[in-house]
């Protein structure tokens, strides 16, 4: 049984600049959260995918965005980076959609804007 | 209402002692409730979980506590070791999303 893989494990932008993270899901799960942690918090939740559809959405801008994959896998595409946005974003996969169980994380991309 | 409180920031324990870490939440709504241990560098990984129909859980050394009149439960970590030493974040769950708390960093003296 494979984990959650998550690509690239570091990566470093400039504010304007777009990003794409990529998230492999552990197998036998359909489901895809991703979260976003900053230095010294919790993971806030930007939004779920379950069947290539977005599931549910946290308290992000629209310049976040997703896609989920027939395989489940899933990406996380952030445009017009902003200095806030420099945060670890972790992928989480589960199984069941909005009656999601158990969720398991990656290790997380670590994304710096400056 | 959406919040999860979690206190204390950070906590320093003796080797062998016992780590107490506290979660307060308002949303009744919530119905499974995680905690999950984070080392550095690395994503959170789920270490012992409990449905707010049950008072109790323990796996190992892990125990939680749950008041759900008080809305509040707890992660307990007996004989504490310096692996243990991590950040700790509880989690509410609702709908469709996981709320975190603050997380509480332990350290574990020798």
């Known amino acids: 049984e494979t984990g959650v893989t998550q690509s690239p494990t570091h990566l470093i932008k400039t504010r304007g600049q777009q990003v794409t993270l990529r998230c492999s899901s552990q197998?036998?799960?359909?489901?895809v959260s991703w979260y976003q942690q900053a230095l010294g918090q919790g993971p806030q939740f930007i939004f779920q995918?379950?069947?290539?559809?977005?599931?549910g959405r946290g308290n992000f801008p629209p310049r976040f965005s997703g896609l989920q994959f027939p395989n489940y896998s899933s990406e996380l595409n952030v445009n017009a980076l902003e200095l806030d946005d420099s945060a670890l974003y972790l992928c989480?996969?589960?199984?069941?959609?909005?009656?999601?169980?158990?969720?398991?994380f990656g290790e997380g991309s670590r994304l710096t804007v400056l | 209402q959406q919040q999860v409180k979690q206190s204390p920031q950070s906590l320093i324990v003796q080797k062998g002692g016992i780590s107490i870490i506290n979660c307060a939440y308002e949303?009744?709504?919530?119905?499974?409730f995680p905690w999950y241990q984070q080392f550095p560098g690395k994503g959170p990984a789920l270490l012992i979980a409990?449905?707010?129909?049950?008072s109790e859980k323990k796996e190992g050394r892990f125990t939680i506590s749950f008041n759900k009149s008080a809305k509040q439960f707890s992660l307990h970590i007996m004989d504490s070791q310096p692996g243990d030493s991590a950040t700790y974040f509880c989690?509410?769950?609702?709908?469709?999303?996981?709320?975190f708390g603050t997380g509480t960093r332990l350290k574990v003296l020798a």
């Open positions: 989480a996969s589960s199984w069941g959609g909005r009656g999601t169980g158990e969720l398991f």
């Open positions: 197998s036998g799960h359909n489901t």
């Open positions: 995918y379950y069947r290539e559809e977005e599931n």
């Open positions: 409990i449905r707010p129909d049950v």
């Open positions: 989690a509410a769950k609702g709908t469709y999303k996981y709320i």
């Open positions: 949303n009744t709504a919530f119905d499974y």
